[in-house]
């Protein structure tokens, strides 16, 4: 049987958190986080699409790039320029997602000056949401979401943006620390400092955007650090109100993928409701050195062919009819 040709391709790689220290664990003290060898697990990957006959047009690097930890070192800015230098090494277009770890490092305003910044001029939501939306191909467009629009990382405490984040999780998070969920199980675990939210304005953006893709009978992808089903992550990676951005994708027929991180042991779920595949790619910050976290995405008129290297499986996304 003849092998189709994809109309376009992209390469998709989460949470490679690197930091040039030794491994150390999650907090939970459960699973091993292997720090410097991010950089060979990208590595691998880079020149696997390089190599690929079929190059991706783009890649999407879900967040967390660098790890939390270089900041307390003062390896904030050497260790993403560790990171780029290998994104540099090949000809490749990157579309950076921002994740908790990018706001351990950096503040907003930084990271809005940086080289993470890969927005274009047009497609943005506002001047200061990371959300913009780009086209690889006529009938196809991606959505970067900022799943930290409303969030305590990255503003100043005196903020009003903070005061309104704070507001919002105190009222579910009686904690101290509140990087600890305030409940052991279940969605209730998502209001913590760790996650954020999306502000009316990304809701209402987003929703103007699905609604000319609907017309224009468009596909739709949106991308994100943090998974917004329940059943395709560990509810503790929510965002605080991924039941609104959920509502939204299964109002609009033209979504028909939501790819995120954050939950490094990977997940997927097809919403019945919506037929939105959510996926969730494994993270390799625990990944081990002698494997692989990476996937390659064939886009056809009428599915997505995930071609998963190490952790990551493969899979066949069928579009609705």
């Known amino acids: 049987m003849e092998e189709r040709t994809p109309l376009f391709s992209f390469g998709v790689i989460a949470d490679i958190q690197y930091a040039d220290i030794d491994n150390g664990t999650n907090f939970s ?3 091993t ?4 060898s991010g950089l060979l697990l990208l590595r691998n990957a880079l020149r696997s699409w390089s190599r690929s006959r079929s190059r991706p047009s783009f890649i999407l ?3 967390d790039i660098i790890d939390g930890f270089n900041r307390g070192l003062g390896s904030s800015d050497r260790a993403l320029d560790a990171v780029l230098a290998e994104f540099s090494s090949e000809p490749l277009q990157v579309h950076h997602v921002w994740g908790n770890h990018e706001f351990y490092n950096f ?4 990271l809005m000056e940086s080289r993470l910044n890969s927005s ?3 497609g943005r939501c506002g001047a200061d949401i990371y959300a913009y939306s780009f086209s690889p191909a006529p009938g196809f467009t991606f959505v970067l979401l900022d799943g930290y629009d409303v969030s305590l990382l990255g503003v100043d405490q005196t903020s ?3 005061s309104r984040a704070l507001k919002w999780i105190r009222k579910h998070n009686h904690n101290q620390d509140l990087n600890q969920p305030p409940a052991p199980c279940g969605v209730q675990q998502r209001f913590a400092m760790f996650n954020g939210g999306f502000s009316e304005q990304q809701l209402l953006w987003l929703d103007a955007l699905l609604s000319r893709a609907d017309e224009q009978r468009e596909r739709v992808t949106v991308v994100c650090h943090l998974p917004v ?3 395709a992550a560990d509810p503790v990676c929510l965002p605080w109100n991924y039941e609104e951005l959920l509502s939204t994708l299964r109002a609009h027929s033209s979504a028909v993928c939501f790819i995120a991180g954050h939950e490094h042991d990977g997940g997927y779920h097809w919403d019945p409701e919506s037929a939105v595949h959510h996926l969730t790619l494994e993270g390799v910050i625990e990944t081990p050195p002698d494997s692989d976290a990476f996937a390659t995405v064939s886009v056809y008129e009428d599915r997505m062919v995930l071609k998963g290297n190490g952790r990551v499986a493969d899979r066949e996304l069928l579009f609705p009819r």
């Open 229 to 231: 089903h329940p059943a």
């Open 120 to 122: 274009p001029r047009a």
């Open 29 to 31: 003290k459960t699973r």
């Open 107 to 110: 503040s907003r305003s930084q």
């Open 61 to 63: 690097q879900l967040g």
């Open 33 to 36: 986080r292997f720090y410097r």
């Open 160 to 162: 009003e943006q903070y």
